[in-house]
């Protein structure tokens, strides 16, 4: 359920507000999900198409996704679509990285990836 918070979080954060339309207080630099999907996503191109705002925010939120095709809990399917439906939505800094044959879990080669990730979309220091 990590990844579906947090791409649910990222949808309230370029809205400014949940789904219940209570203010969403939080400012988010990135996302990083690992084995998810996205929930609410029939709604949210709709609701990007009405504001420019909005969809600046999408464009500019950057997201890691990352699904093994071996995921037994979380099909690959559901990843790889999630990744695609927010990409046409309109987040477009978008990466999805896919490891063959991985289930639930992680392994060290897909930890690198995050660290890379987020060492370069925030600008941290090497390591």
């Not at 949808?11 to 630099?29: A, E, K, M």
């Not at 198409?49 to 909005?54: I, R």
């Not at 925010?57 to 095709?69: F, K, T």
Request: aromatic share 8%; net charge neutral.
């Amino acid at each position: 359920m990590g990844a579906a918070a947090a791409l649910y979080s990222g949808t309230c954060h370029i809205f400014g507000q949940y789904s219940n339309r209570n203010p969403y207080p939080v400012n988010l630099t990135s996302i990083v999900g690992l084995s998810g999907w996205l929930p609410c996503s029939r709604m949210l191109r709709n609701r990007l198409a009405g504001s420019n705002d909005t969809v600046t925010r999408a464009s500019s939120l950057p997201i890691l996704l990352c699904h093994g095709s071996g995921d037994d809990v979380v099909a690959y399917k559901h990843g790889e679509k999630s990744a695609r439906i927010l990409h046409s939505a309109g987040f477009q800094n978008l990466t999805f990285r896919s490891y063959d044959g991985l289930g639930h879990y992680t392994i060290p080669e897909e930890m690198d990836e995050v660290c890379r990730w987020l060492t370069d979309k925030l600008e941290l220091p090497g390591s």
